[in-house]
């Protein structure tokens, strides 16, 4: 059984940071994208940051560009979200997310994924 469990979230005043981790179970990601996604109460959820399967390719949405990095450790089957200079409208809930095929590019799509996390709140404080 795959599962995508994120880790990492909380309280935070503006200007902090947080690492997100979602650690992934039942099979290898390290071929295949991977991304971060995030939904605020009442917004359709939006992608935050996608990888493609070689891990050069990063796309991130304008909102976050220079404040998040995505990564991954393919030893530990684990991507990561580091969130810095966190803003009052990040506050959401964030979700990994990982395709099942292998060699694919970076999607921002949700629907090019096919595993999904639980999620994790962030909140940012102002």
């Known amino acids: 059984q795959v599962q995508l469990v994120e880790s990492g979230g909380g309280l935070v005043q503006a200007g902090g940071s947080l690492r997100l981790s979602c650690a992934a179970s039942?099979?290898?990601?390290?071929?295949?994208?991977m991304g971060w996604f995030r939904q605020a109460p009442g917004k359709e959820r939006e992608v935050v940051a996608a990888?493609?399967?070689?891990?050069?390719?990063?796309d991130y949405a304008d909102s976050v560009k220079g404040r998040f990095t995505v990564s991954r450790d393919n030893a530990k089957n684990t991507l990561y979200l580091q969130m810095n200079s966190l803003k009052p409208e990040d506050t959401a809930v964030y979700y990994c997310?990982?395709?099942?095929?292998?060699w694919g590019r970076g999607a921002t799509s949700s629907n090019e994924y096919d595993y999904w996390g639980q999620g994790t709140q962030v909140t940012v404080s102002s």
């Open positions: 997310a990982a395709q099942a095929s292998q």
């Open positions: 039942g099979r290898t990601f390290r071929s295949s994208a």
């Open positions: 990888m493609d399967w070689t891990s050069y390719n990063r």
